[in-house]
T-cell receptor, first 117, second 112 residues
Framework: GAVVSQHPSWVICKSGTSVKIECRSL??????MFWYRQFPKQSLMLMAT?????????EQGVEKDKFLINHASLTLSTLTVTSAHPEDSSFYIC?????????????FGSGTQLSVL | AQKVTQAQTEISVVEKEDVTLDCVYE???????LFWYKQPPSGELVFLIR??????QNEISGRYSWNFQKSTSSFNFTITASQVVDSAVYFC?????????FGKGTMLLVSP
């Protein structure tokens, strides 16, 4: 079964509204979670690395104020797309790494398709 | 900087054909991991294999096989006797300690 739960699976919203996406690790405590974005027919692009209890580290070109990441507990990280616009429409995927720190134990959520009208 | 190149953007085959997906990588790290993931139309990522940089043994798992050649920085993936259910986007990825760099993916279309 899934070890990382991501919700919602899809969301449609009006331009200007904010959307929150949740990523939960179900069977382990994840000290680090990652957020990726994928445009149609393109690869996954890392947006930010989220560490529990500290500020997220954003990749170059990703707006911190636009994509708010909160990792308040060892099992939950949230990505909030603030004042969403049509160009934010994309497929967002989270991943979580278990506390042993072994790279292979990187589990992915099922993704969230965001459509901004 | 790390880089993963999947030169084949789309491959179309007929069922039962063998197909190889290419992956070439660049890294300055002496220790690293290589992965293949499958992304079916539903969107989720399915882990297929991990290989570390010290293990150049080729691996076979059912109809899947992987050829890791450090000398050419390649980690190619072969599907033998392809099936329609193999149709998906396949991503090759390279990992350091805390992040993965993905290739752009290869879309495989297997027709009956």
């Amino acid at each position: 079964g899934a070890v990382v739960s991501q919700h919602p699976s899809w969301v449609i919203c009006k331009s200007g509204t904010s959307v929150k996406i949740e990523c939960r690790s179900l069977d382990f405590q994840a000290t680090t979670m990652f957020w990726y974005r994928q445009f149609p027919k393109q690869s996954l692009m890392l947006m930010a690395t989220s560490n529990e209890g500290s500020k997220a580290t954003y990749e170059q070109g990703v707006e911190k104020d636009k994509f708010l990441i909160n990792h308040a507990s060892l099992t939950l990280s949230t990505l909030t797309v603030t004042s969403a616009h049509p160009e934010d429409s994309s497929f967002y995927i989270c991943s979580a790494r278990d506390p042993t720190g072994v790279v292979e134990k990187l589990f992915f959520g099922s993704g969230t398709q965001l459509s901004v009208l | 900087a790390q880089k993963v190149t999947q030169a084949q953007t789309e491959i179309s085959v007929v069922e039962k054909e063998d197909v190889t997906l290419d992956c070439v990588y660049e890294t300055r790290d002496t220790t690293y991991y290589l992965f293949w993931y499958k992304q079916p139309p539903s969107g989720e990522l399915v882990f297929l294999i991990r290989r570390n940089s010290f293990d150049e043994q080729n691996e076979i798992s059912g109809r899947y096989s992987w050829n890791f050649q450090k000398s050419t920085s390649s980690f190619n993936f072969t599907i033998t006797a392809s099936q329609v259910v193999d149709s998906a986007v396949y991503f090759c990825a390279l990992a350091g300690y805390s992040t993965l760099t993905f290739g752009k993916g290869t879309m495989l279309l297997v027709s009956p």
